[in-house]
Nanobody, 123 residues
Framework: QVQLVESGGGLVQAGGSMRLSCAASGLPFTSYAVGWFRQAPGNSREFVIGISWNGGVSTPASSVAGRFTISRDNAKNTVYLQMNNLKPEDTAVYYC????????????????WGQGTQVTVSS
């Protein structure tokens, strides 16, 4: 049974930092890409950034470029999203998704999803 579990969300002030984790189990992690997405109330799920099976990092969404980075630790089957200089508009539920091999920016291309973790940035 495949599971993706996000953690690390919470409340932070604008300008602060937060690191999210996505821990995977039940799949050949080193063959999978992981994408981070977010969804604010009333909005569709949007791509943030992703990392391919071989560690290649995708172009991030323009709204987070220069502030968010992604990394993976294959020994721990975990992908991290480091978020710096957070803004109130970053407030959303953050999801990680997994798909074979390479990153895609479309949510429908992801086979597995975590349950999401809430990130709230106060002004």
């Amino acid at each position: 049974q495949v599971q993706l579990v996000e953690s690390g969300g919470g409340l932070v002030q604008a300008g602060g930092s937060m690191r999210l984790s996505c821990a995977a189990s039940g799949l050949p992690f080193t063959s999978y890409a992981v994408g981070w997405f977010r969804q604010a109330p009333g909005n569709s799920r949007e791509f943030v950034i992703g990392i391919s099976w071989n560690g290649g990092v995708s172009t991030p969404a323009s709204s987070v470029a220069g502030r968010f980075t992604i990394s993976r630790d294959n020994a721990k089957n975990t992908v991290y999203l480091q978020m710096n200089n957070l803004k109130p508009e970053d407030t959303a539920v953050y999801y990680c998704g997994a798909r074979s091999m390479n990153v895609d920016t479309m949510p429908a291309q992801y086979k597995y999803w975590g349950q999401g973790t809430q990130v709230t940035v106060s002004s």
